[in-house]
């Protein structure tokens, strides 16, 4: 079967840095393709090179058996390709159908904008994908989930054959993930290649016939996804055998740190109580929307809460005063690092510091020597990786970002880290980076609360677990009576079998 698309032995290097060394692989018509790796592994560098945005300095890329040199990325579109980033990148104050027509809208014989057919044309295109969007509704204000299917729609309008997906559900729920997986299998079936990029393994074997796996930049293997098990395709990634992903140390548990009693938001919880002692992991579990975020973020201060005490180290608390909290041994890493965890266009040194400026500095004055010194060593103990500390933390890969959150907080030397999806949107190798650190800290007498999605990770690492389930304390299960049936059953409001 001839390749719709093949990279051929293509290599990118930025300066001294070679992310992409000889990688070749093809994506076939009708056929979904994984592409996996850890973070840094190279993964974006291919996919920029498909869209125009980078050229190979050596290698090939071949579209329908023929050389193509791409200038730029109209040239990458006139061949048929897409990309749907993991946040899309529509025009707000446009129409859902003045988005789908950019850069290609329909003329009447005036040769003005036909809006009557723009409109027609993206009503077509979501009977074709078998969603309901409202053509003439502004782009903002769509969820993510929607503003990827109006993206897809603006793909296939260019006539597109190769959609390239990369991370499209890490910021979607269960039924969002079903309904994207069912357009995608729809245009995979008639005959688009799709290429796919996930860190959810689940996902790549109920979506993809075909998986390339890439490390450091090189190509390790291309093959059929049904050939490999989820411990082959990690082992083969990260090079080693990851047989401790939840690395779970004994640790003596102590006195109580955080007390939260009788915690409510008129319309978003209820009566939450819970306690977390020094050296234990408190894990909050729940499906999408039952209130987890909403309650730590209320117990950090960032919300108000109607009802409800929260007491830290035997002290109440005032509410919706995160300082208080940050001054009385809190830290937070929240679930959005790159909007509420860290500030994009400054540097990884002034990022890892940002808690502590007022302590840092002398006479309202921060001296780089020092903020330096500071963010080295914790940059050095998470062995985080990048060029200069100097650096926009920005440039840094997503695993490498959550690194520098987490720095932040344990430079102020917290008695309580609160980590929300501490692990979401980074690779298997990262991951278990994490979950040893997280361990290691409750072990020396850390409390940690620890708010997760991920069922695997609530069940390795957390000593106890809450249950929340429409805003209430559906269940608290301790590390014994915890398994994946007794933490759903509790979740999903069902008597445990």
């Given at each position: ?108 014989k005036l040769r003005q904008i036909d809006r009557k057919a723009m409109r027609a ?377």
């Amino acid at each position: 079967m001839s390749a719709l698309l093949e990279v051929r032995d293509v290599s990118k290097s930025f300066g001294a840095v070679a992310a992409v060394q000889g990688v070749s692989f093809p994506l076939h018509a009708g056929e979904a393709h994984a592409l996996v790796g850890e973070n840094g592994a190279g993964k974006s560098t291919i996919v920029k090179m498909l869209a125009g945005v980078h050229r190979p300095d050596t290698g090939t890329l071949v579209v329908d058996g023929t050389p193509a040199e791409f200038t730029g990325p109209a040239d990458a579109k006139a061949a048929g390709i897409a990309v749907i980033y993991q946040e899309p990148t529509l025009f707000p104050d446009l129409s859902v159908a003045e988005n789908i027509a950019m850069g290609n809208q329909p003329l009447t014989k005036l040769r003005q904008i036909d809006r009557k057919a723009m409109r027609a044309t993206a009503e077509r295109l979501f009977v074709r994908l078998g969603v309901r969007i409202d053509p003439d509704r502004p782009a903002r204000g769509l969820s993510i989930a929607d503003q990827q299917l109006v993206e897809i729609a603006k793909a296939l309008s260019s006539q597109a054959r190769v959609l390239i997906m990369d991370e499209p559900t890490a910021a979607l729920s269960g039924v969002e993930v079903d309904r994207l997986f069912a357009v995608t299998r729809a245009l995979r079936d008639e005959g688009a290649a799709i290429m796919f990029i996930s860190h959810r393994f689940e996902e790549i074997t109920a979506l993809c016939q075909r998986v390339t796996i890439m490390r450091d930049g090189k190509h390790v293997c291309t093959e059929p996804v049904e050939d490999l098990s989820v411990d082959d395709m990690i082992r083969r990634m990260v090079g080693r055998d990851l047989s401790a992903l939840y690395p779970k140390q004994e640790a003596e548990i102590g006195d109580v740190v955080l007390e939260v009693e009788g915690l409510g938001r008129e319309g978003v919880f209820r009566d939450i109580s819970f306690t977390v002692r020094a050296g234990e992991i408190v894990a909050l579990a729940g499906l999408v929307g039952a209130g987890r975020s909403e309650v730590m973020q209320a117990v950090f201060g960032v919300d108000k809460y109607d009802t409800g005490t929260v007491r830290f180290l035997g002290k109440k608390l005032k509410g919706g005063d995160p300082r208080a909290a940050m001054t009385a041994g809190m830290g937070l890493v929240p679930e959005d690092r790159r909007q509420q965890g860290l500030v994009m266009e400054l540097s990884i040194e002034r990022n890892v510091n940002l808690p502590r400026s007022r302590a840092l500095s002398r006479l309202g004055l921060l001296f780089g020597g020092r903020e330096r010194s500071e963010a080295q060593e914790w940059t050095k103990q998470l062995q985080t990786k990048f060029g200069r500390l100097t650096d926009p933390v920005g440039t840094l890969s997503g695993g490498n970002q959550q690194k520098v959150v987490l720095a932040k907080w344990l430079a102020t030397g917290p008695k309580l880290l609160i980590v929300d999806e501490p692990t979401r949107g980074i690779d298997v190798g990262t991951k278990a980076e994490v979950h040893r650190l997280l361990s290691s800290l409750a072990a020396r007498g850390l409390a940690v609360v620890m708010v997760s999605s991920e069922l695997p990770e609530v069940l390795g690492m957390a000593d106890r677990i809450v249950v929340l389930r429409e805003g209430h304390v559906a269940a608290e299960l301790t590390r014994a009576e915890a398994t994946e049936e007794t933490v759903m059953y509790a979740a999903m409001g069902q008597e445990t079998k």
